[in-house]
Each structure stands twice: as C-alpha cells, then as structure tokens.
C-alpha cells in the first residue's frame, strides 16, 4: 500500500493549493501579538498620588498645591508619596496648618491621575500600590487560557478534526476581545482574557498541523515558518497601533475586530487529508486530495488513487500513547521542557519591554523587527544543521544572553536593551524550531495531543514568568537570572532528542525517526517523477544517508 507522502508528492508538495493555505492560516496570526502581549501598553505607569479631596470640606479655597502639601508626605527625594496620605482628621483648616499632619495610612479613597493622559487599564481600574501586582497576575490569567486551550483543543482537535477547532478559535478570539473592550469590572477583564487565551492557544495547535499535514516532508518547516513570520509582522504593526491609539479601549477594538474579516474561512479551509484517512474517512479524503491536485493543475493517477486505504490498525491516541513507549516517552519529556524553556525566557523578555530602560514603543519595535529575520533565518539553519543541533544551540544562546544582561549595571539601558534584543532574536528562532520538531516528532494519531502537551508546558512557563518578574522587588538580577538559567540546562538535554530532517511523517506511534528515515529512502529509490520530487531527491538522500 503507497504511503500517504506518495499522494502528497502526487498533488505537488508545496503548490498554489498549498501556498494558499499557508496564507490563510497565516493572516489571523497577524492578531496573536496584540492578544499576547498587548497589555503591556495598556498598562503605561505615569504619575499618581492618594486622592485627598476630604480636606476640600475644610478649605474649599485651597489650590491644588496647598492641598498636596498639606495631605501628601513626601519620599527621601523630596516627591509626593504615591501609595500614601496623611490620615484624614476632624479639624478645622486653621488647626491643620497650624500643627501639620503626621499619621499616614494607604490610599483609602482612590488615587488622582493626570488629566490629560487618556484612559488606561492602569488609571481606569487602579492597577497601581497594592493593586500593581493585578497587572502580572492578569497575564498569568491570560497565560492560564492558553494552557486550558492547549488542555482542550489539542485532543479534541485529534478527535473531531483540525478544521472545526480552528473555525471555533477564531470565532471565539473575535467575540471575546471585542468584549473586553466592553467589560466594566478588571475582574471581568480577566475572565475574559482567559477565553481569548484558550482560542489563541487553539488556533496555534491547529495552524500548525494544517500547515505540516498539507505539505511534503522538505517543505515543511517553510510552511510553518512563514506563518510564524506573520506573528513577527503583527509584532512590529504593534508597535504602531499602539503607539497611534492610546485609550486601551478603542486599541482593544483596532486589536481584536479585524477577526471578523475571516468569517469566510468557512468555505476556504480544508480539512487534513492526512487525519482523514488516519479516521477511516477515505470518500472524504480522496475528495480533498482531489481538490488539492485540481488547484495545482496536477493529476492524481487512478491507481494509486485506489490504494488508499485505512489503516485497520490505527486507532485514536490519546496522552497515555506518549507514554507507553521508550521513544515517545523520551521525546515528549524533553520537547515538553523545550517548550517551557522557550516560552518562560520569550515571554520573560516579551512582557519586560518596559523594563529596560529605553522607550517601551521603540524597544517593542526593536523586538518585534528581530522576529521576523529569526523566524525566516529558521527555515534555513533547519534545512542546513538539522532539527536538534538549531533547537539546542538557540536554546543555549538565549540563555546566555538573559545570564549576561543580569552583570549590566542599571545605567547602562542601550547595553541592556540590544543584549535582551539579541535574546529575543534567539529565543524567538528557538520556538519556531519547537513547532517545527515537534510536529514532525509527534506520529498523525496522537500529534495534536502531543503538540497540545508541548504547549501546555509552554503555557505553565507563561504563567510562571509574569510571576517570576514579581521578584524584581528583591533583586533586579533574580528574574533574568532564571529566564537564563533554564534554556541553557534545556538546551543541553535537547541533544537527546532524535534527528527528523527529511524524514517522513509518523502515522502511527510505532516508527521511530531512524525507521522513517529508512522508508523514506525507499520511497527515492523506486523515483520520483514529480517536478518537485526530482528537485530534491538528490539533496534529501544525501541528508538521509549522512544520519
């Protein structure tokens, strides 16, 4: 019986059907920035202190100066306290400035913000003194919804299909970030980041299998990596729309609406032919294929057409599949800790953008144009050093550079901030080489379980990093510390992993990389007489001959 490779080299390994696809799973991608990361320039600190309108019932003649003098300590470098007040007494105006006040006590009627700036979550619902840490823990909310997500969709996706997740996904990413710019409680607020979360995290699982299921084996990780330099365009196009759109309302709309654009992805997007036949669902595969080939002006040869046949072995996976064998068992440890490792130092370095010293838009806009030369540099150093040596090295490097911002002194801000750029660089190419390895790691039956067990380690690490900066307040040094620290023992475990390069997908958990290697060279053995085929036989059995 032909290996379903064979139909894909039939129907044109990367053609306009492909192309296509790649593009529409792509363009959504645009959006994941502002929901990831958006809240950073929602959350500006700009200059507050206690509201102590209480004295205006003494002396409603007092200027706003005599009044902040009156009611406001100040600090060691002579400015008024901000989480701070004079306690209120039941003087007259003349005993108050006769004798001063001297009990202090925490802000007890809310705080005062400049008047022109406009509306922010941290003005609007108070995210400063006792409440700044609210700030953190809401994106640990959000990062909470990309686990449950992962949780979700991942097996579900395996169970009902790639199509109706990345439908729902969508839907629910629109609905809900349109609605936050709505809601009128911060607690509200989070509820709602948690549900964008979840659909972000299932648009990933899913862009990703469709973008490696439609494609053959040499072209796989370009279709992956040109939808992760959307994510890099969207990064960049952050950094403007923010800039340009200061009321964290109105930049929820610009930020989420565009959504609804996609609402005809309901007849454009195919289902995988490859998790069609993996379910016995051969008409409807064969149809797909069909489709796939008329596009790419290609023929698929009745007979070979006839030969695909379900698998009366394959049944569905589920987690447990990951773990009864030695070899998935080790490639999902170690992938797993890949993927905590590259999300806790991105987001590290992704949510301190206004930490480092420089201007919060230029630095965002430092980092979001470094994505997308090390997504697309990733397309290259995968084909040229393989799968583990570019996953452990960018690990290793990213590390590294977190270790050596920590010796910075703190008035050094470019230093910092062109180290924490190359970390960014590094850590980003890392990820998109996870999305890459894992997908071709993970057999059919169990990949989106597998790829969603992956992203929820990712996602703990997403939790955990908002947190780790909490530990500013100790020492400047601890956080970077441990987003260095981590990737660099990571990076060293990930020589353990088994090379994919121009392997074969798994359809089932039994066959190991070597194995698909080897039935991958016997498929270039009886020739390829496809253009493509012929385009990259010669340069893939050198590359599988050599392992």
Not at 315 to 324: I, P
Not at 424 to 442: D, G, I, P, R
Request: charge should be neutral; charged fraction near 15%.
């Amino acid at each position: 019986m032909a290996e379903f490779g064979d139909f894909i080299s039939a129907v044109g390994k990367f053609g306009v059907y492909q192309k296509l696809l790649v593009l529409f799973l792509s363009l959504p991608l645009l959006i994941n920035p502002f929901q990831m990361i958006g809240q950073v320039f929602m959350v500006v600190d700009v200059p507050h202190h206690c509201n102590t309108s209480w004295i205006r019932a003494v002396g409603p003649n007092l200027t706003e100066e005599e009044q902040l003098n009156l009611t406001l300590p100040r600090d060691a470098e002579g400015s008024f306290e901000q989480c701070s007040m004079y306690s209120p007494v039941d003087w007259d105006l003349d005993s108050i400035m006769a004798y001063g006040l001297n009990a202090t006590e925490k802000c007890s009627s809310g705080w005062v913000y400049p008047s022109a700036e406009p509306p922010s979550l941290l003005t609007e619902f108070d995210l400063v003194c006792d409440r700044k840490d609210l700030n953190d823990i809401s994106q640990s909310v959000f990062m909470a919804g990309l686990l449950l997500g992962a949780v979700i969709f991942g097996p579900l996706s395996d169970r009902i299909g790639r199509r109706p997740i990345f439908l729902i996904s969508l839907l629910l990413q629109g609905l809900f970030g349109v609605g936050i710019a709505f809601v009128p409680h911060f607690y509200v607020y989070m509820a709602f980041r948690c549900v964008v979360g979840a659909s972000v995290s299932g648009l990933l699982i899913t862009d990703l299998a469709l973008a490696t299921e439609w494609v053959g084996v040499s072209s796989r990780p370009k279709a992956v990596l040109i939808s992760h330099c959307f994510v890099a365009i969207g990064q960049i196009i952050l950094a403007g729309l923010s800039y340009g759109i200061r009321n964290w309302r109105l930049l929820e709309i610009a930020g989420s609406a565009p959504i609804f654009a996609f609402f005809f992805y309901i007849w454009v997007i195919p289902e995988s032919a490859r998790w069609l036949v993996t379910k016995g669902r051969i008409e409807e595969a064969k149809k797909a294929l069909q489709k796939a080939a008329s596009v790419n002006k290609r023929t698929i040869p009745p007979e070979l057409l006839e030969q695909l046949k379900p698998e009366t072995q394959t049944k569905s996976g589920s987690t447990l599949d990951l773990f009864r064998k030695k070899h998935l068992r080790n490639v999902t440890l170690i992938m797993s800790c890949a993927w905590f490792a590259d999300s806790l130092v991105y987001y590290g370095l992704s949510l301190n953008v206004t930490g480092f010293g420089l201007d919060v838009y230029l630095t965002q806009l430092a980092f979001g144009a470094v994505e997308l030369p090390a997504r697309l540099s990733c397309i290259f150093l995968l084909q040229w050093f393989g799968r583990k040596k570019s996953q452990a090295v960018l690990l290793l490097l990213s590390g590294l550079m977190c270790l050596v911002v920590t010796s910075i002194p703190e008035d050094q801000p470019v230093a910092t901030t062109v180290l924490a750029t190359i970390g960014k660089f590094t850590a980003t190419a890392s990820f998109s080489t996870s999305y890459v390895y894992a997908a071709e790691l993970f057999p059919t039956i169990v990949r989106q379980t597998g790829v969603g067990l992956c992203s929820m380690s990712a996602r703990v690490a997403g939790i955990v990093a908002p947190l780790i900066r909490l530990l500013s307040e100790y020492h400047r040094a601890i956080p970077m510390a441990i987003f260095g620290s981590v990737p660099v023992v990571v990076g060293l475990l990930c020589f353990l992993l088994p090379e994919t390069r121009g392997a074969d997908l798994a359809d089932d958990t039994g066959a190991t990389a070597p194995e698909l290697r080897s039935r991958t060279l016997e498929v270039l053995s009886k020739g390829d007489t496809t253009k493509d085929g012929a385009d990259s036989e010669k340069g893939m059995r050198s590359c599988l001959e050599s392992k």
